[in-house]
């Protein structure tokens, strides 16, 4: 009969499980908003969360699986975060909308839409999840304005927003947009003021 050790780790290892896979896929979103589709790998994730390519694999079979469950989870944080701000203003609101656009979860899910064109066994996937984001985004969006959707038109310039707030991600892209991103968030803020009250 063997001689049982106990062990010197007294983290359950389901909780060591679930900070693995949390790990795994804030690094796969860090690689994917740096390196792209074509320089985020398995291998490369995994080193960077500090996990064997054996346990990432464990966690997220494919690549597939990995970088769509990265960008479903931190878009799921970002809501949570959203849901979470007090209401301050429509200015407020208007520019946290648009910061979910020009940080590294846009830049990440950015590069997933673009390997997505590409690689018919991605854009399934891909735009389910780009889907059932953009309702939640736009169903937050209504309650943090307050805006009443039965009224003609609410909906489209919520909506409008938010494709604004896009359109500012992808400018933010290939350079600082912050000063000029400041004064639309202004003045579309001014704008909702006029349309949703």
């Given at each position: 009969m063997?001689?049982?050790?106990?062990?010197?780790d007294?983290?359950?290892?389901?909780?060591?499980?679930?900070?693995?896979?949390?790990r795994?896929?804030?690094?796969?979103?860090?690689?994917?908003?740096?390196?792209?589709?074509?320089?985020s790998?398995?291998?490369?994730?995994a080193?960077?969360?500090g996990v064997?390519?054996?346990a990432?694999q464990?966690?997220?079979?494919?690549?597939?699986d990995?970088?769509?469950a990265a960008?479903?989870?931190?878009?799921?944080?970002?809501?949570?975060?959203l849901?979470?701000l007090?209401?301050?203003?429509?200015t407020a609101v208007?520019?946290?909308?648009?910061?979910?656009y020009?940080?590294?979860?846009?830049?990440?899910a950015?590069?997933?839409?673009?390997?997505?064109?590409?690689?018919?066994q991605?854009?399934p996937?891909?735009t389910?999840?780009?889907a059932?984001?953009?309702r939640?985004?736009?169903r937050i969006?209504v309650?943090?304005?307050?805006a009443?959707?039965?009224?003609?038109?609410?909906?489209?310039t919520?909506q409008?927003l938010?494709?604004?707030?896009?359109?500012?991600?992808?400018a933010?892209?290939l350079?600082d947009?912050?000063?000029?991103?400041q004064?639309?968030?202004?003045?579309?803020?001014?704008?909702?003021?006029?349309a949703?009250?």
């Amino acid at each position: 009969m063997g001689v049982v050790t106990p062990s010197t780790d007294r983290t359950p290892k389901q909780d060591r499980s679930r900070a693995t896979r949390r790990r795994l896929l804030e690094a796969a979103v860090a690689c994917l908003a740096e390196h792209g589709w074509a320089g985020s790998t398995v291998s490369v994730v995994a080193e960077r969360a500090g996990v064997s390519r054996g346990a990432a694999q464990h966690h997220f079979p494919t690549r597939e699986d990995l970088f769509t469950a990265a960008v479903e989870y931190v878009a799921e944080e970002r809501s949570a975060a959203l849901r979470a701000l007090p209401v301050q203003g429509r200015t407020a609101v208007v520019a946290a909308l648009v910061d979910l656009y020009t940080g590294p979860l846009f830049c990440a899910a950015l590069q997933l839409w673009v390997a997505a064109s590409n690689e018919e066994q991605l854009r399934p996937r891909v735009t389910e999840l780009e889907a059932r984001v953009g309702r939640e985004t736009h169903r937050i969006a209504v309650e943090l304005l307050t805006a009443d959707e039965t009224r003609p038109g609410v909906r489209e310039t919520v909506q409008g927003l938010l494709d604004m707030a896009r359109g500012l991600g992808l400018a933010n892209v290939l350079t600082d947009d912050t000063a000029r991103r400041q004064r639309v968030v202004a003045q579309w803020a001014a704008l909702l003021d006029g349309a949703l009250d």
